[in-house]
């Protein structure tokens, strides 16, 4: 086993997300009607410039534009991919566009498809529902667009269907999934909390949690990423952090948030998640980040998940919670100690928290506590955690910040560095 140990003399640079994105009381600005996560090639640049709307204000009073008319607005900036917005900017590719007033901004990004093309269209999956019957304890998957309409079931999105946790019920796949350059929103959506207050962890009374069990069947969800993601606009709470820094935080992974729930015989590959994003003119700061699920409350269960492999190295950064396989996994306020139980687990990538005084990464679970005892059971490791908590984490303990938890670990493995981040100041 090839360990390494490396303290980082000076605060790393965490380069996160797609953009930033700037507010403060007096002069506001924000879309109204954001650009779309995908074009096709065959919609023209006037269609884009006058469907996307952006509404500017100076605490006295608001005022929405299309783009062709904030163009004449004095003071204001438009720019696509770094320089003045035009039509030959306009083609097959991702764009970021900027909206700059005074001395605020919004910005998004999205991909423009060639619709020439026989592949499927990058970003743009239907829902599909024509697998799922509320009574059924057992449901089956195959394709994108019934794993999309999957995740806008559990988040309450799907028209004319009652949202369902699937608690008692189980979602097998029956074949791979390629989700690369697809906009993809975690089932279970949303922040790990709702307020600064303590007791707002806890999912019991939330109900766009899974809560059910997700059997892969040993297929692969391939291209993971939270690129283009749009978080839900009902999510719009900040609350405080472990560090006391006030933050709007969104979880994210294949699952963003999940209670009691069992997921196994699942690999994932080409899985690339960055931390920050900004939507509709408001930043997101990435809290409980991982391939598989963002954030768990109660008991957890991942059995035979494997997420990388050699040469294939996973790539997760946020704020706080990164883990390869899981972001977050907490037990509960009062009562009986939840279990969190890891049997024959793979994780192969870099985890990267952000630099705040206790931001936590880990190897396959970014962080676990509230009575949560772990067991690991022959898993494996490879990989580089990069984390400014220093107290828990060792590289004999890289598969789990298990904070003060008890964490039992039998035949596992790890090829690791481990990073040790300075905090900014």
């Not at 994108?144 to 946790?165: P, R």
């Not at 080409?270 to 963002?294: H, M, P, Q, R």
């Not at 908590?389 to 060792?394: M, P, R």
């Amino acid at each position: 086993m090839k360990k390494k140990l490396l303290f980082a003399l000076c605060a790393l640079l965490v380069v996160l997300g797609l953009a930033g994105c700037s507010i403060n009381a007096e002069t506001t600005i924000s879309f109204t009607n954001p650009p779309k996560a995908t074009y096709a090639s065959t919609e023209t640049y006037q269609s884009f410039m006058d469907g996307v709307t952006v509404k500017v204000g100076n605490g006295v009073a608001d005022t929405q534009y299309t783009l062709t008319q904030i163009l004449g607005v004095e003071g204001v900036t438009v720019t696509l991919d770094g320089s003045a917005i035009s039509s030959d900017k306009w083609g097959v590719g991702t764009h970021t566009l900027v909206v700059t007033y005074q001395t605020v901004h919004c910005d998004f990004t999205f991909v423009v498809t060639d619709a020439t093309s026989t592949e499927q269209p990058v970003g743009k999956v239907e829902p599909s529902y024509t697998w799922y019957t509320a009574s059924a304890t057992s449901l089956t998957i195959a394709t994108a667009g019934e794993l999309v309409g999957f995740a806008n079931i559990v988040n309450g999105l799907a028209e004319g269907i009652t949202q369902d946790d699937f608690e008692g019920k189980t979602v097998k796949l029956s074949a791979d999934i390629d989700l690369t350059d697809v906009a993809w929103t975690p089932i279970g959506q949303g922040p790990r909390k709702y307020s600064s207050d303590i007791a707002s962890r806890s999912l019991s009374a939330v109900t766009t949690v899974f809560r059910g069990t997700f059997d892969g069947q040993n297929y692969t969800i391939k291209g993971l990423s939270n690129k283009s993601y749009q978080p839900s606009l009902v999510d719009e709470t900040t609350y405080a952090n472990s560090n006391g820094i006030v933050v709007r935080g969104y979880t994210f992974g294949l699952f963003g948030r999940a209670e009691n729930a069992v997921f196994k015989n699942l690999k994932m590959t080409k899985v690339s998640i960055d931390g920050e994003i900004t939507f509709n003119g408001k930043l997101y700061c990435g809290d409980s980040i991982g391939a598989v699920l963002g954030y768990s409350w109660g008991n957890v269960t991942f059995e035979n998940i494997q997420v990388g492999a050699e040469g294939d190295m996973a790539s997760i950064s946020g704020y706080d919670g990164i883990g390869i396989i899981c972001g977050r996994a907490y037990g509960a306020d009062s009562g009986d100690n939840k279990a969190l139980i890891m049997t024959n687990c793979k994780g192969y990538g870099n985890s990267t928290s952000g630099t705040g005084k206790t931001c936590k990464a880990s190897g396959l679970v970014g962080y676990s506590a509230k009575k949560l005892p772990s067991t690991l059971t022959n898993c494996y490791y490879k990989g580089t955690v990069s984390t400014t908590s220093h107290a828990y984490i060792t590289l004999e303990k890289i598969y789990l910040n298990a904070g003060s938890n008890d964490m039992t670990q039998t035949g596992c493995s790890s090829d690791a560095t481990l990073v040790l981040l300075t905090p900014a100041a």
